[in-house]
């Protein structure tokens, strides 16, 4: 047993470094070997200056120092026969003089070996290129003649250079040319004009390519363009000059800048505007250049493929263009190889995680060379995204090359395996101090390195157990993280680390001060000129710790001013001026800390009320108010607000007349009529408003007629024979005069009709009556007054009240779709029979059951000559008709009419419950659907069994006529649990299934208590299957359909795929089974499923999520039905570990070690019994029955054993349902000791002592008895 747990324990340690190396990269100390290590290279692409001496950078480092060798376009390059190649002193860069030789001779694609006695290291191939500024050629470049308002191209067409030249237009002068929305230079360095102008004449127009890398320019031949305007061209709609055609396509790279382009020509001058079609763009990587005309998005990503639309617009139209942008990727790590520090004899895994579009392909190489040419190594195991490590030897160190490649290029990363028997040793300084503040973090360092890698233990001053817990984090690295620092923390604390060559600890200290803090802060201040103002700062902080107190003003230092008085926790300003408002902030800093407090010092006040109000130029409809301004109180004065009161109507009541500037002391006052006037002013700055001034003198101005009708009139009955004609009346400022009333007017529309009208007052509504139902009429509400009326008023539409309509629908009819649903359709109703504002029909449909009153409503806009009625009843009759409604109400109905709706599958079966279990039997009783939904075709029985692992045995199936609600199941194997299906039928096809387990009884003294049911419920089935089940207990769950084609679509998971179920009830018999990845653009792959309503979907990868559903196509291959989306996840599952009791040379061994103790046993008994009986033998001679050997009642152990009697049973043996043996079967024999039976081991390795000539599994075991020493028993004891 202990073997065996120390092998348990030996795999777990195992993993647990496993683990360990996957996650944790180690730097090897330079003073211990290591195989050498990339440190710097030159970049992939190296373009280099022909001028000077070409350097192609390789350094590295190890133990040894590692030796270098070079390859020039695959082969080895020799430099000590080339004097012009010299490589640097400990290093392996390469300098090259190209003085007096062409550089073309050293261009080439270099790659570098950086080699010691543990592996070999290999950098980029470094791809040497001279950088190339060709002449440009000679050309004859002839004048450019257009008509102005024509756009212009002017082309650059640059030589090719390495890297391209960067384009920009000159003229002779060497300014650049002026650019803005019409004149614009494209990506290619071509010069558009979107439409010339007389102005655009010129002969100098030069286009001109710098070259970076040398830094020389050239230039093209000037290019004269002569704008004539004797036949101009008109103003037109835009269209592209670049790209051409409706659409376009681009490619990018992830991490690339997509850069796409629209130049439009027109008249007048087009503006361009961008979007995306399928989103947003994103906002923090998109920027628009060249006068809008370039859309620019940084640092690509997936999510930017799409549609981007550019609108080119102008006062003629507008035109667009579509660029579908995809998005590539060259290789990319999710994780590069880590090196990897192993122990002899442990285990590690080297990870090459790349990503890319296409997927990129891996291959391993060591030290330089691909690792199928390697030598063989036993302990290695490639795969495709990894190398596996197992019992390294010493000596095995090496340099791998992980190099994953696609059409868009390549990566290649350096990883070393290197094998060291170190003991620990902390890299961390003895005895370091550590301060921190109380209630914050504190780490601590234990930086160590050891092979095999070290444990690292903490513990503190005066206590013997290890730190851990909630308050403590032991990270990777070794370092200590106390996550909130108290006073009781500081101490002495010892790290330790151990690994099986040896022991190292470290000492530091912790120290944990007092947090910094102010107690009393500065508080804000308002102060007046000439004033004094102290703000106060007390600081507490640690006594162990230095404070310093700084006052900032404005974030800067204070004033060199001797009225800044600084103490030890004040500041105080004395006489105070206007340039002392500010923020003023007192920080206490210390060496561990700092707090920080802030104040605002403001010198404001309201404004004092302005004084001397005089009225001036007196008029019938205005007046000038002037008014002095009082103090604005060092708070200049915004705005002044003019108030008057109405004396004559709205005594002591002000109001806001207007605003004026602060800047201004006078207004000039538009009055109304017939009010008595008094006019105030009040100031106003940022503190807020001044006192009201003084009233001045009063001013009435005469009544005049009325100058503004009343608003808001509107015109609407709410009767079926009058209107209602209502407005907002005028207040008492718009009167003008005296006797205000309103002239109320109105009139039928469909006619030559004359006005009505009425006048009435101190109202805001009347109401004519008598008129017609629902007919237009126009009103007008004007007021009057003793002076006169108001302008004539603008009539108002409206009409009288609604009244319920006169008829019902015609042509009223129904189309049966399917089982669940119709489409009723209808004639519009006569404008004239709606007597009102037409709002749609309405449908009321029931079904024809006594039972269910229900009456269904369904409505339906006024345009709509037809409706769907969804979830219908199979199988039923229902009524309908069809009614209009307006705003007053519904109108007649249409005659009732009835239709069928066809048959479709069943419901559930009601019950299902198992009765009468015996030995091999049983009878399953169950219920008929409470929705038939058609006529029962019959019902379909199905079973299995399922074993203790709970994995499901063969499916059996039954069908049963309709008639019946039992079936008794014979040939049943006794002491099996089996699971039952069943569901019933029409002839749509199959309804949904219940489910029930039960376990046929393996003892006769049970059947009397049958025990039935042990799980109900939702069953996902093994495929092929029945796919869907319900639970046995109601309500039944309602199903919702997403199509009307399919409907109880489910799906489960497991370790063989996906199985979906669904039912279908369309015509069309070509399903398929379409799936893609979640929140992916892949297309849906789609698998044939030949008509079945089960499917198994194989090839899923774990831990990915799916998004999957059912189709139905027709002939042509066009989709006619789709059901609903399903999500679902692929768990990943775990690799199984070997179990050491099911290896051959374990259960050999102890099949050996008992038949060896047996013989010995077996001697043993015939020497001390030799002519004799056991009292055992005695004990079972009493007994009546010599076939029968019951178990004792109270713990169910066996009777005591006979040496001669072979059929009573042995400890561990199976024993039959009925409690006997047969006497045939003996107890002796190799078969029942375990020779090629069912003897196997515990998980943890002990030895199940269980033997049978059966070959079912046991489903009961006795216990152990405690008499004599039988075979069985002694091998029991033994193990």
């Known amino acids: 047993m202990e073997s065996i747990l120390q092998c348990v324990l030996h795999v777990s340690v195992t993993i647990l470094l496993l683990l360990g190396h996957m996650i944790t990269a180690l730097e090897v100390p330079l003073d211990l070997p290591q195989p050498p290590t990339i440190t710097h290279q030159s970049p992939k692409d190296y373009i280099v200056d022909p001028r000077e001496s070409i350097v192609v950078h390789c350094e590295a480092k190890g133990k040894p120092h590692p030796s270098f060798s070079w390859t020039r376009n695959g082969t080895h390059f020799d430099i000590d026969k080339d004097p012009k190649v010299t490589m640097k002193p400990g290093a392996g860069t390469l300098v090259i003089d190209i003085s007096g030789e062409k550089p073309e001779a050293y261009e080439g694609v270099y790659q570098c070996t950086a080699r010691n006695e543990h592996g070999a290291a290999v950098s980029n191939n470094i791809v040497v290129r001279q950088s190339r500024s060709p002449l440009w050629a000679k050309e004859r470049i002839e004048p450019i003649v257009v008509q102005e308002g024509v756009s212009l191209v002017l082309q650059c ?34 010069l558009y004009f979107s439409n010339v102008r007389t102005e655009d004449t010129r002969s100098d127009y030069i286009c001109y390519a710098r070259f970076p890398h040398t830094q020389t320019i050239q230039q093209k031949q000037p290019i004269t363009v002569r704008v004539l305007n ?63 005309k370039t859309l620019m998005i940084s640092d690509v990503t997936e999510a930017d493929a799409g549609d981007y639309r550019c609108m080119a617009s102008n006062s003629q139209g507008a035109v667009y263009h579509i660029i579908t942008v995809t998005v590539k990727a060259a290789p990319y790590w999710i994780s590069t190889p880590k090196n990897l520090i192993l122990a002899p004899k442990e285990t590690g895994v080297l990870s090459c995680l790349p990503s890319g579009n296409p997927k990129p392909i891996i291959s391993w190489s060591m030290n330089g060379i691909p690792i199928e040419n390697s030598p063989r ?8 995204d990894s190398i596996i490590f197992s019992d390294v030897q010493p000596g095995s160190s090496a340099v791998y090359q992980c190099n994953t490649s696609n059409e868009f290029g390549y990566l290649l990363a350096n990883a070393f395996v290197n094998v060291l028997a170190e003991p620990p040793r902390v890299l961390t300084r003895p005895n370091e101090v550590y301060q921190v503040i109380a209630n914050g973090p504190a780490l601590l360092d234990c930086a160590t390195f050891g092979s095999p890698i070290p444990k690292i233990t903490w513990f503190k001053e005066g206590q013997n157990s290890v730190l851990d817990g909630d308050d403590y984090e032991q990270h990777n690295n070794g370092s200590l993280e106390i996550h909130t620092a108290q ?111 802030s104040a605002r010092l403001t010198l404001v006040d309201q404004p004092d009320p302005p004084t001397d109000l005089e009225m001036t130029e007196l008029r019938a409809r205005s007046v000038q108010l002037t008014w002095v301004p009082g103090s604005d109180n060092n708070s200049p004065i915004q705005r002044f607000i003019i108030q008057y009161e109405d004396v004559l109507h709205q005594q002591g009541v002000w109001h806001n007349l207007t605003e004026v500037p602060g800047t201004k002391t006078t207004a000039h006052l538009a009055l109304s009529p017939y009010v008595l006037y008094a006019f105030r002013v009040l100031a106003v700055n940022e503190v807020g408003f001044s006192q009201p001034s003084y009233p001045s003198a009063r001013y009435q101005t005469e009544p005049a007629a009325p100058e503004e009708n009343p608003s808001e009139v509107d015109a609407a009955g709410n009767e079926h024979d009058n209107l209602v004609i209502s407005w907002k009346a005028l207040t008492s400022l718009q009167s003008s005069g005296p006797g205000l009333q309103y002239k109320v007017s109105w009139r039928q529309t469909d006619g030559d009709r004359d006005w009505e009208s009425v006048t009435v007052a101190n109202v805001s509504k009347y109401v004519v009556l008598g008129t017609p139902t629902y007919v237009p009429f126009e009103v007008k509400v004007q007021a009057v007054n003793d002076y006169g009326s108001a302008p004539e008023p603008t009539a108002v539409r409206g009409f009288s009240g609604e009244d319920l309509p006169m008829a019902p629908p015609e042509a009223v009819q129904v189309l049966v779709e399917n089982s669940t649903l ?12 709606v007597r009102g504002w037409l709002m749609g029909y309405k449908v009321y449909y029931w079904k024809e059951d006594p039972q269910i009153e229900e009456q269904k409503v369904l409505t339906f806009g006024r345009n ?56 091999d039997s049983l009878t399953v009783e169950w219920g008929p659907p409470v929705e038939l939904n058609g006529q029962l075709t019959g019902y379909t029985l199905r079973y299995q069994p399922i074993n203790s692992t709970n994995e499901l045995g063969p499916l059996e199936e039954v069908t049963l006529p309709a008639n019946t609600t039992s079936c008794t199941l014979h040939s049943l194997k006794y002491s099996t649990r089996y699971k039952f299906y069943l569901n019933a039928n029409t002839v749509k096809g199959a309804g949904p299934a219940v489910t029930e387990e039960t376990v046929i009884i393996m003892d006769e003294d049970l059947m009397h208590h049958p025990a039935v049911d042990v799980g109900k419920g939702h069953t996902e089935l093994p495929h092929p299957v029945f796919p869907t089940t319900l639970s046995l207990r109601p309500p039944f769950p309602k199903v919702h359909l997403s199509s009307p084609g399919f409907g109880n679509v489910s799906s489960s998971v497991g370790e063989d795929g996906a199985v979906l179920s669904w039912e279908y009830w369309g ?16 297309e849906w792959t789609k698998e044939s499923v030949n008509g ?22 027709d002939h042509t291959g066009v989709t006619v039905h789709s059901s609903q989306e399903l999500s679902i996840t692929v768990p990943v599952i775990p690799s199984q570990q070997v179990d050491i009791a099911t290896q051959g040379w374990f259960i050999g061994l102890m099949c050996a070690i008992a038949l060896l103790i047996l013989v010995l046993l077996i001697a043993c008994f015939i020497k001390r019994n030799k002519g004799g009986k056991y009292p055992v033998k005695e004990k079972e001679d009493a007994h009546a029955d010599p076939e029968i050997q019951p178990m004792k009642d109270d713990d169910g152990t066996f009777g005591e054993y006979s040496d001669t009697e072979d059929h009573k049973p042995l400890k561990g043996s199976r024993t039959p349902s009925n409690g006997t043996v047969k006497k045939d079967d003996s107890d002796d024999s190799l078969v029942d000791y375990g020779e090629g039976g069912e003897g196997q081991f515990n998980e943890d390795g002990s030895f199940i002592g269980q033997y049978s000539g059966k070959k079912e599994r046991d489903t009961a075991e006795g216990n152990e008895s405690s008499e004599a020493p039988s075979p069985v028993n002694a091998m029991n004891s033994f193990v």
């Open 487 to 597: 006073k009781a923390d500081s101490g002495k604390y010892t790290c330790v680390a151990i690994n099986s060559l040896g022991k190292k600890e470290n000492h530091v200290y912790l120290e944990v001060k007092e947090p910094t803090r102010i107690l009393k802060q500065p508080e804000y201040k308002v102060v007046q000129r000439k004033g004094n103002v102290l703000f106060e700062c007390k600081v507490k902080h640690d006594p162990s710790l230095i404070p310093t107190m700084t006052w900032l003003k404005n974030d800067g230092e204070l004033p060199d001013d001797e009225r800044f008085v600084v103490d030890m926790d004040s500041l105080t300003i004395y006489n105070v001026t206007e340039g002392d408002e500010g923020t003023y902030t007192c920080i206490m800093n210390t060496t561990l800390d700092q707090d920080s407090a």
């Open 230 to 292: 004797d036949s101009p061209s008109g103003e037109r709609r835009p269209t592209f000059l670049v790209p051409s055609g409706a659409s376009s396509s681009a490619m990018v790279l992830r991490g690339d800048v997509l850069q796409l382009e629209c130049i439009a020509e027109g008249l007048p001058t087009p503006e361009i505007s961008w979007r995306k079609d399928s989103g947003d763009l994103p906002m923090n990587r998109t920027t628009l250049h060249n006068f809008q």
């Open 822 to 833: 119709a489409e009723v359709q209808w004639d519009p109703i006569n404008p004239q029979m």
């Open 864 to 919: 709509k000559t037809q409706g769907k009625l969804p979830g219908l009843q199979p199988y039923s009759q229902y009524t309908f008709n069809v009614r209009a409604f307006n705003e007053k109400g519904e109108g007649p109905s249409s005659p009732n009419q009835q239709f069928n709706t066809p048959e479709g599958v069943p419901g559930p079966p009601a019950s299902l419950r198992i009765t009468n279990p015996s030995l």
């Open 1092 to 1113: 079945s309503q089960t499917y198994l979907l194989k090839g899923l990868k774990a831990g990915t999520s799916y998004k999957v559903r059912v189709v139905a196509k």
């Open 157 to 190: 067409r640059p030589p090719a250079g390495l890297p391209p030249p960067i384009i920009f237009w000159m003229d002779n002068n060497f300014l650049r040319l002026i650019q803005n929305s019409r004149v614009s230079q494209a990506l290619n360095g071509d």
């Open 1067 to 1082: 015509q069309d018999k070509n399903l398929f089974v379409e799936y893609t990845v979640d929140n992916s653009k892949e």
């Open 377 to 384: 190594d036993p302990s290695r195991k490639v795969e495709e």
